[in-house]
């Protein structure tokens, strides 16, 4: 199989990304800066990809066929915003960069659904729901507003070369860990967002098992040569994060949801993953409700 380099694989979703690609057959190299990329990456690099050369030497050196890009400040408001933008922002044109000129046939490069702007303290409302790829996109902070520049980067390089590219907006990832108890990104359990609506309503309780995400990551890795140049896709589960509809939940927490809340019922999500079925002819395997372990 081929060689595949992994940025940010010792992150909540990288270690399912790493472990997803060594079980189907594929040399993983992983590169991130903390520790915990999993075992079966053939190798682990602590490099800091925002220095350019860096970036460029760790590609001229392992010459993967692939690269997923994950690597970023993945929490909003983690740092102080300048810091933020400039990180994300720096990685992702960075690897963009280096993957071109060295000859990376594939590269898939992380998004987020916070890039439709959720959340705004302003207020905020949907164009229409279920939301999908052309949604527009408003972003209020600078990891909303480096994401949109991750997605813009990833689409200059796919009109300046040969390299396929991609980006992937990953619904908010539960790894394995999480479902058995452990604080989740935003510090609460996964089941006290499902208990608390006002927790997971800001996010319109959107979600992805870290599995489902790696293996859509790997299956749009593998069709990037078949697909057009700077695809955009989201990734989610196939249901919401709620216990109730969100028919019923959504205008509870997100005024303005009203007018177009009505059509999701039963366990219909926010978010639309028709797009990836229809050209990867991927499906989420996993759910909160076969997942989440008793407490």
């Known amino acids: 199989m081929s060689k595949v380099l992994v ?24 590169v991130d ?9 053939a190798a682990a690099l602590p490099a800091d990809l925002t220095d350019t050369g860096e970036a460029f030497e760790v ?14 400040i993945a929490t909003p408001f983690s740092f102080p915003e300048s810091v933020i933008y400039k ?11 280096a993957s071109a000129a060295l000859g990376v046939r594939g590269v898939v490069v992380a998004s987020s659904p916070t890039v439709i702007g959720y959340g705004a303290p302003g207020g905020w409302a949907p164009a229409y729901l279920p939301i ?6 408003r972003p209020w902070n600078a990891y909303n507003l480096s994401k949109v520049a991750a997605e813009q980067t990833m689409k200059t390089f796919a009109v ?3 390299t396929k590219l991609a980006a992937v907006r990953p619904c908010f990832v539960i790894p394995p860990e999480e479902w058995a108890g452990a604080p989740t990104q935003s510090g609460h359990t996964v089941r006290e967002r499902l208990d608390r609506p006002e927790l997971g309503g800001v ?12 293996e859509m990551i790997a299956v749009l890795s593998e069709a990037l040569p078949e697909l057009p140049n700077g695809e955009v896709f989201f990734a989610g589960a196939a249901d919401a994060l709620a216990r109730k509809p969100l028919a019923d939940l959504l205008p509870q927490v997100v005024p303005g949801t009203e007018p177009f809340a009505a059509g999701l019922t039963g366990t219909t999500p926010a978010f639309s993953i028709s797009k990836a079925e229809r050209l990867l002819g991927w499906q989420p395997k996993r759910s909160w409700r076969t997942e989440l372990k008793e407490s």
Do not use: K, M, Q, W
């Open 132 to 137: 999908d790829e052309e949604h527009p996109v």
């Open 203 to 214: 996010s319109l309780f959107n979600y992805i098992d870290a599995r489902d995400a790696a």
């Open 59 to 72: 590609i001229a050196r392992f010459r993967p066929e692939s690269v997923i890009h994950l690597a970023a």
């Open 7 to 30: 940025t940010g694989s010792a992150g909540r979703l990288g270690r399912s990304v790493v472990s997803t690609l060594a079980a189907a057959g594929h040399e993983v190299i992983g």
């Open 87 to 97: 990180v994300n922002t720096r990685l992702a044109f960075n690897v963009c960069e």
């Open 160 to 162: 300046a070369g040969a």
């Open 33 to 41: 800066r903390a520790p915990g990329t999993p075992g079966e990456a």
